[in-house]
C-alpha cells in the first residue's frame, strides 16, 4: 500500500497478491500459446506485451475518455477540488488529477496506474443528486481504491480479459498465418479459440471476485477516513435508487466501466451474484451500519 493514513486492509493485500499471480501465470500461459500458434514469437510478443503496456500506460487517459470525462482545474469546479485537497489532507496520499462526466447517471471512478499517476472522476449526475457530506463519502471511498493500490491490479487484470477477448474475435488472423506455412491453419485456430475463451472466462472470474472484496475494503476505508459512514450508505442508497430510472441504452454504453464505478451501471437486481462486479447492496449497508456503531461505541 501506498504511503498514507487509510486503513491497511490485509485481506485485500492478500486477494490482490493472489490475483495477480493466477493472472501472472495465465497471462505467461496465454502468452506462450499465442506465440506458439500464430506461427510468429514476434508478432505473439508485440501484441501480448504491447497491448499490457497499453492499458498500463494509458490506463487512465483511456478510461476517463471511455466516460468523456474532462479534467478540471479548482477554477473551474472549486468544490470539488476543496474535498479532494481535504481528504488527500486527511489521508496524508498525492492528489490525484480530478474529472467530471457530463453524464446524468449518477457515479464515480477513480484509475492510474499508481499513486501518483492517477485520477478521480466524477458525473454531473452524482453531483446533482448528492449533499456535500456524502458525495466526500464517495470522494473518500474512490481515494481508497487509489491507496491500496487495488486500481492498477484491476487495469492489469482486465488488460489480459481484454486480449483474450480480442483473440476470440479475431484468432482466424492466427490460424491464417499457420495456414500459409504449414496448411495447419484450422486446427491452430481452434486451439487458439478454445484457449482464448478459456483465459477470458478464468480473468473474468478472478476480478470479480476481487472487484467485489475491493468494493467493500473502499467502504470501509472511506467511511473510517470521514468518521461518517451514515453519509456514504446515504449516498449508495441514492445511487442504486436513481440506477433505475436512467434509460437501459445509456446504461448499456458505460457497463465497461462497471468494475471502476462505485455502484454498478445497472437497472434492478437481475445480474446474477457470481457476474456482478460490486458485492450486494445490502451486505454494503449492513457493513457501514456495523462501522457507525464501532465509532458510537470509542465517541
Known amino acids: 500500500m501506498a504511503r498514507t493514513r487509510f486503513r491497511r486492509d490485509r485481506g485485500l493485500s492478500w486477494r490482490m497478491g493472489t490475483v495477480s499471480l493466477g493472472l501472472g501465470a495465465l497471462y505467461v500461459a496465454f502468452g506462450a500459446v499465442l506465440i506458439y ?6 508478432l505473439g510478443l508485440v501484441i501480448t506485451l504491447g497491448l499490457a503496456w497499453g492499458q498500463w500506460y494509458f490506463s487512465d487517459t483511456l478510461a476517463l475518455k471511455s466516460m468523456g470525462a474532462k479534467e478540471v482545474s479548482p477554477q473551474q469546479a ?6 479532494i485537497d481535504r481528504l488527500v489532507a486527511l489521508a496524508d496520499m498525492p492528489k490525484p488529477r480530478v474529472a467530471i462526466a457530463v453524464t446524468d447517471i449518477p457515479n ?8 501518483n499517476h492517477s485520477a478521480v472522476c466524477v458525473t454531473t449526475g452524482i453531483m446533482q443528486r448528492l449533499d456535500a457530506e456524502e458525495l466526500e463519502g464517495v470522494l473518500a471511498h474512490e481515494l481508497a481504491h487509489v491507496a491500496n493500490r487495488d486500481v492498477s491490479v484491476m487495469t492489469v487484470a482486465s488488460s489480459l480479459g481484454l486480449l ?6 479475431w484468432g482466424f488472423f492466427f490460424g491464417g498465418g ?39 475494503s473502499a467502504d470501509r476505508s472511506g467511511a473510517y477516513l470521514t468518521g461518517r459512514p451514515s453519509k456514504l450508505a446515504s449516498a449508495l442508497m441514492k445511487i442504486s435508487g ?22 454498478p451501471a445497472i437497472s434492478g437486481e437481475s445480474v446474477a451474484a457470481l457476474m456482478s462486479t460490486h458485492p450486494a447492496l445490502d451486505r454494503r449497508l449492513a457493513q457501514l451500519s456495523q462501522i457507525s456503531a464501532d465509532l458510537s461505541e470509542r465517541g
Request: proline share 5%; charged share 15%; net charge positive.
Open 108 to 115: 464515480a471512478f477513480a484509475t492510474g496506474r499508481t499513486p
Open 164 to 169: 483474450a477477448g480480442f483473440i476470440t474475435r
Open 242 to 263: 436513481d440506477m433505475s430510472r436512467i434509460p437501459n441504452r445509456d446504461l448499456r454504453d458505460v457497463q465497461s466501466m462497471n468494475a471502476f464505478f462505485i455502484a
Open 37 to 42: 500458434f500464430s506461427g510468429s514469437a514476434i
Open 178 to 216: 499457420n495456414n500459409r506455412n504449414n496448411n495447419n491453419g484450422g486446427p491452430a485456430f481452434i486451439v487458439v479459440f478454445m484457449v482464448s475463451v478459456l483465459v477470458y472466462f478464468i480473468s473474468f472470474l478472478l476480478t470479480r471476485a476481487l472487484s467485489r472484496y475491493r468494493e467493500l
Open 78 to 83: 472549486p468544490e470539488l477540488h476543496a474535498m
